[in-house]
């Protein structure tokens, strides 16, 4: 394993206080990842999964979205950064794309919480990146794992306290367009008992007119060892969010007049959203549960959301939303034949109740009556084992199976215009069968096939036709993903990760909006695609201080069997999808807390529709952050940091919305804009 660790240094004679060292490199045999679920090293993952460390998330960071820490994740494209109303939208291998906000296709957890609910949407606003040590990313199907929407995985994983030193922190961020973030941290860890407490307040003028942000969150966990390798957690994290104003899309030639400019009706109609959400959750390990391991999770989301769409008509929401479950699974090691044999097996139940309302809003911005009352209930149960063989001492074969049935329903209260309620229950196998044969101590590769399914979502299965209910005509995607991989690390600070993929899917779930004066997005099954492609990355640590990492992605992703209204678009491209990214970073630490960082970010271009009439073009982006320690004493750290981004001042859109109506595609994004801030440790 390679370590960075800069010592303590003397300033005016005073020591510094205990600092977590930084971990820039580390080989795959070393890396220990949960998100399989069945605990391994990454050298025995027969999937292709990327691991992200705590200083590329924390360090010299604004910490405002997830966007900058996952840069080097190959495989991965995330749009939507500067629109916090509408929210990050991430692709895994095209999985996602078809999100016009929040997450689709891709399931999220923190802190071993189900972000992601039955219906397989998710929203990321109450992530806390200030106490984030680790993300991992499942780059591929995972419904074997994760059930419903699982086309990739992203878990987060936030600090308990016991993996750094007794401290409080307090850290200052501003920049432009009036960015300003307060947050102030603290852990410690007493006997059986640990800590960490996050608490951040956020207010952002934005760049574009309609685009300001008022944030608080609190994030909270509390660890206690009950001995005998027994643990019990409580996770709880609150967010309000009382303003996030949504600037809506434009025009190409809007965008080229005045990308700062709000879309049509934003302003006049004030669109956002306004959020209150809180999450409890509560964790029990027993690492000695007879010959195995038992864990059991439970957890409760209540959600209060109110949203102003851009258009007239039905477009103000508003849902109280109440999201619960638990999940027990049972870990052991044993001998199968006389060949070591570990499984895991488990059983997963969740129920997402949305009390959703719609009202009218007119031409001239006035809010009239309802136009929808409706309860949607979205009920899943999962069941859930995996196997790990080692058939010899470098071979390992992994196999798993899962089984889910998901009921969602809606009951319809809102009497004038007949009784829309309507119910769909759906029953989905998923598998996986996996080899991983590590041919040298830090070298592997590895094959797998695994299956993911994706039932649309609530709002996905709303009725062009003006019928309420479940729209009967649209299906769950199904896919089937081939991989082949390769990882290791060299003596000489090399390490590298390589995957090929190929993924077909069936009844491709894809957006569109009708004519007319709304945009309201609809939804349809289009037929077969296929996703393929390579995704590599490496990694070298060129001096002890230096370190460069790239990340490349080259893929195809189509449309195989698509025909819509008289039109056929076999052969065409996936919209809203760079083919080509290619990501690089140079980091430099030095002495005393110094640290540089060069980024260079490029985005192939893309289409914004089926008919691949909508052209967006490539572009490069330069971002650069740095800092230092500026006082070190016995009880005192002051660090000062300070990036740049966009360097170049390239024009850019942050967002592409597929198929919409009167082409209103682009979501500009910000020119070169700035950040600096203090950060007082003690």
Not at 163 to 177: A, E, F, L, N
Request: proline content about 4%; hydrophobic content about 35%.
């Amino acid at each position: 394993m390679k370590t960075l660790k800069y010592p303590s240094v003397l300033i005016s004679g005073l020591l510094a206080p205990t600092i977590t060292p930084t971990v820039y490199a580390q080989a795959p045999a070393d890396i220990v990842v949960t998100s399989p679920i069945l605990e391994r090293s990454l050298r025995e993952t027969p999937a292709a999964l990327s691991v992200v460390r705590q200083a590329p998330i924390r360090e010299g960071q604004p910490r405002l979205k997830l966007n900058e820490s996952l840069t080097q994740v190959p495989g991965l494209y995330i749009q939507n950064q500067e629109n916090f109303a509408q929210g990050e939208r991430i692709a895994i291998r095209g999985f996602g794309a078809r999100a016009p906000f929040g997450v689709r296709g891709i399931t999220i957890m923190v802190d071993g919480i189900p972000y992601t609910l039955p219906d397989g949407q998710a929203q990321l606003d109450a992530i806390d990146l200030d106490t984030a040590e680790r993300i991992e990313v499942i780059r591929g199907p995972a419904s074997v794992l994760y059930g419903n929407a699982a086309g990739g995985v992203i878990s987060v994983t936030t600090a308990d306290g016991r993996s750094q030193p007794d401290q409080t922190s307090v850290r200052m961020t501003g920049g432009s367009h009036d960015f300003g973030k307060l947050s102030v941290t603290n852990s410690g860890q007493d006997g059986a008992w640990s800590h960490s407490i996050s608490a951040s307040a956020l207010n952002y003028e934005g760049y574009r007119d309609q685009a300001k942000v008022e944030k608080y969150l609190l994030n909270t966990k509390l660890r206690r060892e009950l001995g005998d390798d027994r643990s019990l957690t409580a996770i709880i994290n609150l967010l309000q969010n009382p303003r996030s104003e949504d600037p809506g899309a434009l025009t190409a030639e809007q965008g080229r007049e005045d990308k700062s400019q709000a879309g049509k009706f934003t302003e006049k109609f004030d669109t956002g959203q306004t959020v209150d959400q809180q999450v409890l959750g509560l964790q029990y390990q027993d690492l000695s549960a007879g010959p195995g391991e038992l864990r059991v999770n439970t957890f409760y989301i209540r959600r209060n959301f109110e949203q102003q769409l851009p258009y007239p008509g039905d477009s103000r929401i508003d849902y109280d939303r109440d999201y619960f479950g638990a999940r027990a699974d049972y870990r052991q090691s044993l001998e199968l034949s006389g060949l070591p044999f570990r499984y895991v097996a488990g059983v997963e139940a969740r129920e997402q109740r949305d009390d959703r309302i719609r009202r009218e809003m007119s031409f001239s911005g006035n809010l009239q009556d309802l136009t929808a009352d409706e309860l949607q209930t979205a009920t899943a149960l999962g069941v859930f084992a995996q196997g790990d063989l080692n058939v010899t001492d470098q071979l390992l074969l992994s196999v798993g199976g899962r089984f889910d049935r998901i009921r969602m329903k809606v009951d319809d209260d809102f009497a004038s215009d007949g009784n829309q309620s309507g119910k769909r229950t759906f029953r989905e196998w998923s598998g996986s069968a996996g080899l991983s044969y590590h041919y040298l101590n830090t070298h592997q590769t590895y094959a797998n096939i695994s299956t993911a399914f994706e039932t649309p979502t609530f709002s996905e299965f709303a009725n062009p036709s003006g019928v309420g209910g479940l729209n009967p005509e649209t299906e769950p995607q199904k896919s089937l993903n081939h991989e082949l991989g390769l990882r290791g690390a060299f003596d000489n600070g090399i390490d590298y990760d390589l995957s090929l993929f190929w993924v077909d899917v069936r009844d491709e779930l894809i957006p569109y909006e009708l004519a007319g004066p709304d945009d309201r997005t609809f939804y349809r099954n289009a037929g077969d695609t296929t996703r393929k492609g390579m995704e590599a990355s490496i990694g070298w640590l060129l001096t002890p201080s230096l370190r460069l990492d790239s990340a490349l992605t080259l893929a195809s992703y189509k449309f195989d069997d698509y025909r819509s209204g008289g039109e056929g678009y076999d052969g065409n491209r996936l919209p809203g999808l760079p083919e080509e990214t290619w990501n690089n970073r140079l980091q430099w630490q030095g002495l005393g807390g110094v640290f540089a960082g060069l980024e260079a970010l490029y985005v192939g271009d893309m289409v914004a529709d089926d008919r691949n009439d909508v052209k967006v073009d490539d572009y490069w982006l330069l971002n650069v952050r740095g800092g230092t320690n500026l006082y070190a004493g016995q009880n005192l750290l002051l660090k000062g940091f300070a990036g740049i981004r966009n360097l170049t001042d390239r024009n850019h859109f942050a967002n592409v919305r597929i198929n919409a109506s009167n082409d209103r595609n682009f979501e500009p994004e910000s020119g070169r804009t700035w950040y600096a801030g203090l950060e007082f440790t003690f």
